[in-house]
């Protein structure tokens, strides 16, 4: 800064617009289409939002008028949506990691150039989990611990106290709730891989926010992270209404040319 630069006249800034359609109008959807209409995300625009009614025409006319695609709707779309897009050389943001849980290789489903870009989603902390992980992931353990209502877990029994209703790995975990574990994929992909991250669930009839607890063990350091999230209405109590927020700093950081979590300080005037 004493030299008269500040720190964003470095960086690259897009030449344009980020034209955005998104797949799906759920809660996720509806919360992302929402916020680009009202100018929340500058540097991007919405060309299109398309439903499980959508015909093949108007997707393909949506696909073809955007540069990035979000997917917000389930993982069969994202298991469809994933190589289609990326074919087409645009980016794809998947809310619906679980998807990948599906593949020995993640890799397997982007048919490139495009690639696939995944929110940090209801959780956070990647930055320093990644960061440790580049120390060597032999030694170290991480284990995910989500606590939900049941009914948003399909547990239908009433309880009258909290239930462990799975433990296992991040992969078992989203084909098990492929609804409620895709930031547990997220997770693994982010640092010690699918089959490595313990994923515990927990039913509490008590909830009305959703916790996720991470527990980061390495010779590094030692982390607990805990969110409590509060659920978006229009869910059915099962998803974190940060996820659509967190799909938005995906956007604003492709906008900006930087990254989500990089502080930039933009030039005055
Ligand atoms: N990565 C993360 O941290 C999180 C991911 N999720 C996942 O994100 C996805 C969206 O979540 P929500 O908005 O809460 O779900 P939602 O159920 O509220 O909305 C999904 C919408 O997608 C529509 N849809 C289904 N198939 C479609 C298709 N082929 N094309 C277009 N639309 C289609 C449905 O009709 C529905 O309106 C889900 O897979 C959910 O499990 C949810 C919470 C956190
Ligand atoms: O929204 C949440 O709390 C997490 C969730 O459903 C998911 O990871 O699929």
């Known amino acids: 800064m004493t030299n008269g630069l500040s720190l964003s006249s470095v960086l690259p800034t897009p030449a344009k617009d980020v034209a955005v359609c998104v797949v799906g109008a759920g809660a996720i ?26 015909t093949v025409a108007e997707t393909e006319h949506a696909l073809e008028a955007s540069d990035l695609v979000v997917e917000a ?18 980016d794809v943001v998947v809310c619906s990691a679980g998807v990948f849980a599906e593949c020995a290789d993640p890799e397997v489903l982007v048919d490139g150039p495009g690639r696939v870009l995944l929110p940090t989603g209801a959780l956070g902390g990647f930055d320093i989990l990644a960061a440790a992980a580049r120390a060597g992931t032999a030694d170290a353990r991480l284990r995910h611990t989500t606590i939900k209502r049941p009914t948003a877990l399909g547990v239908e029994e009433a309880l009258t106290a909290p239930r462990e209703v799975f433990r296992g790995s991040a992969r078992e975990a989203a084909l098990r709730f492929p609804k409620t574990s895709n930031s547990s994929v997220t997770l693994a992909l982010a640092t010690l891989g699918l089959d ?11 909830a009305t926010e959703t916790r996720h607890v991470l527990e980061w063990t390495s010779p590094v350091g030692r982390y607990e992270l805990s969110f409590t999230n509060a659920v978006d209405p229009s869910s059915g109590g099962r998803t974190s209404a940060v996820t659509a927020l967190s799909v938005l700093e995906v956007l604003a950081a492709l906008a900006r040319g930087v990254g989500p979590g990089v502080v930039v300080v933009e030039p005055a005037g």
Not at 38 to 50: I, M, S, Y
Not at 196 to 205: H, K, L, T
């Open 196 to 206: 490595r991250v313990e994923v515990v669930v927990v039913a509490d009839p008590a």
């Open 73 to 90: 709707a389930t993982v069969a779309a994202a298991r469809e949506l994933i190589p289609h897009v990326t074919r087409l050389g645009k």
């Open 29 to 54: 959807g509806h919360a992302v289409a929402d916020a680009i209409r009202h100018d929340e995300v500058p540097g991007v625009h919405l060309t299109a939002v398309l439903c499980s009614r959508s």
